[in-house]
């Protein structure tokens, strides 16, 4: 399903980018359909995006580095390789056990790698760290020092210049692919079908959470886009790479996930290191290949926070350029030709916040403002449409009229549900306590939202592709909860406050404006 939803978005950002080849991604593409605010709103929600997810990389790429070097004997000490909220969050799941006659720490670890274990091995291992950290004024001392090292590392390399960075992405990509395509096949002989039964455990709810979790692991055509300045043919070569990427892409994490979840139960899963444990003594137990895939892991991951870390400062030398953030962030490096200021500053709001923050935390963080950005470039698709907009293209989405097929896919849905789940529907519309009330805001306003589309379907002859597109990307938002939705609306608040008070009054467009409207104000008084 994420493949499907992102195919829709990918070609709506293919015709974009083959229509405005120019650094900034949605923001750009936003700028010339929706407007200034809105372009800015997009910017903002991409600022996050990006920073968010490469917060998330370097924390899955600390997991992977520490299991490296505890494989070797060299161990770091764990307050030095966790954010503090999950060392807290095991502290007090450990403290709680115990005081409830849950037996000692030697016995619930004992017992923590067991899959219906009360207690994790990855609570103890945070109960641990919590405990044994130095306290400053009281307050433990616990951070990911090695995902702010690795920050600090692809930060340098973006700064020295991109056909840089593209050596070390080509080799890095290569590596990558090996590692997987070895996983698949090795990995394959060693699947257990039960462990595949029952296939969906957590029933359709349940994947359509997940679905709508890892979505920011599809921003890759997003930051494709963002360099289209420096490609030499974007027009033709960045929709065409888009596609692929997400074509191969979605074929890969398909098998890996496959692979992975045949060889060990899905709920061991729960580590920061899967492909090297699903070979570990916990599954296949091939030490060569478990040793082959952390080391190869450590080198490969670095390639996706490198993407994400070369897409962040173009998106804000994009704004820069129209005035809506300072000029010293569309600076350009004399000598290396990068946005050095703004590359900087990328990687300060990377890596600091990579040593304190929760990875649950920062993925639907990042999922929700990746599928807000993939409904406004949608959105713009359609808005071009419907405007008469239409630009030369080397690529457009193709054309299929929505009017009858989206307010019978909207009736249909309505249909199933009232006569396979008539409780759920029931449930939902009972609404009683705010505290219950307000988890289902999201759905709800997503209703209306949908039905809105499938009238305007109906009534303007809408194309289909891109409306497919805001209608699986809106409902995915839905999945990410009540508080996901709350921290993205606070963001996007404090960004309208800095737009209010500076991008507005510097802004290009404002400044052309009011040059337009005082010469039309000179000529009447000159008549």
């Not at 004992?110 to 091995?121: L, T």
């Not at 999922?367 to 409904?375: C, D, E, K, R």
Request: proline letters at 4%; a neutral charge; hydrophobic letters at 50%.
């Amino acid at each position: 399903f994420t493949a499907i939803a992102c195919a829709f978005s990918a070609l709506c950002y293919a015709q974009f980018a083959s229509t405005i080849p120019i650094a900034g991604s949605a923001y750009t593409y936003a700028y010339a359909t929706f407007g200034e605010l809105i372009a800015w709103i997009i910017g903002w929600d991409l600022l996050m995006e990006y920073a968010i997810g490469n917060i998330a990389v370097a924390i899955s790429w600390s997991d992977y580095f520490t299991g490296l070097l505890s494989g070797y004997g060299i161990n770091i000490p764990t307050y030095l390789t966790m954010d503090f909220l999950t060392a807290r969050r095991g502290f007090d799941a450990v403290q709680e056990a115990l005081s409830a006659g849950g037996g000692t720490i030697e016995s619930l670890r004992g017992a923590c790698a067991g899959v219906d274990a009360a207690i994790k091995c990855g609570q103890l291992e945070a109960h641990a760290a919590w405990a044994s950290a130095p306290r400053i004024g009281g307050l433990p001392v616990i951070c990911d020092l090695p995902a702010l090292l690795i920050v600090i590392a692809i930060s340098a390399l973006v700064y020295i210049g991109i056909r840089e960075s593209k050596q070390a992405s080509n080799v890095m990509v290569a590596l990558k692919l090996g590692i997987i395509l070895t996983v698949i096949i090795v990995g394959a002989f060693y699947i257990k079908p039960a462990n595949w039964s029952p296939f969906a455990p957590n029933g359709a709810g349940g994947v359509m959470k997940g679905v709508a979790a890892v979505f920011f692991a599809y921003i890759g055509f997003d930051a494709l886009s963002t360099t289209a300045e420096e490609c030499r043919n974007p027009q033709r070569d960045l929709p065409t790479a888009m596609m692929l990427s997400l074509v191969i892409c979605t074929v890969l994490y398909i098998l890996v996930a496959l692979v992975l979840t045949g060889i060990v139960p899905y709920q061991k899963l729960q580590v920061g290191d899967p492909l090297a444990f699903a070979f570990g003594p916990e599954g296949a137990n091939i030490a060569w290949i478990s040793g082959i895939i952390a080391i190869s892991a450590v080198i490969a991951m670095a390639t996706v926070l490198l993407v994400f870390q070369l897409g962040q400062p173009r998106i804000w030398m994009a704004m820069s350029r129209d005035g809506l953030l300072p000029k010293i962030f569309s600076s350009i490096h004399p000598k290396f030709k990068t946005p050095w200021f703004a590359t900087i500053i990328a990687g300060i709001l990377v890596a600091v916040p990579s040593l304190f923050m929760n990875l649950t935390e920062v993925t639907d963080l990042s999922s929700i403002g990746t599928l807000f950005a993939f409904v406004l470039v949608c959105g713009g698709v359609l808005l071009l449409d419907a405007s008469g907009q239409r630009i030369e293209s080397r690529f457009r989405v193709p054309y299929v009229n929505s009017k009858y097929i989206v307010p019978a896919l909207f009736v249909a849905a309505w249909l199933a549900l009232l006569l396979f789940n008539r409780d759920a529907v029931a449930n939902f519309f009972n609404y009683g306590e705010w505290e219950t009330f307000k988890h289902k805001i999201p759905l709800l306003g997503y209703i209306i939202f949908a039905f809105i589309i499938a009238y305007l379907s109906f009534t303007k002859n809408l194309s289909l592709i891109p409306v497919l597109g805001l209608m699986s990307c809106g409902y995915l938002m839905t999945e990410l909860g009540y508080t996901n939705w709350l921290r993205f609306l606070l963001w996007l608040i404090a960004g309208l406050v800095i737009y209010f008070f500076y991008g507005y009054r510097h802004s290009k467009l404002n400044k052309e404006e009011t040059l337009n409207e005082e010469l039309l104000d000179d000529e009447e008084s000159s008549r």
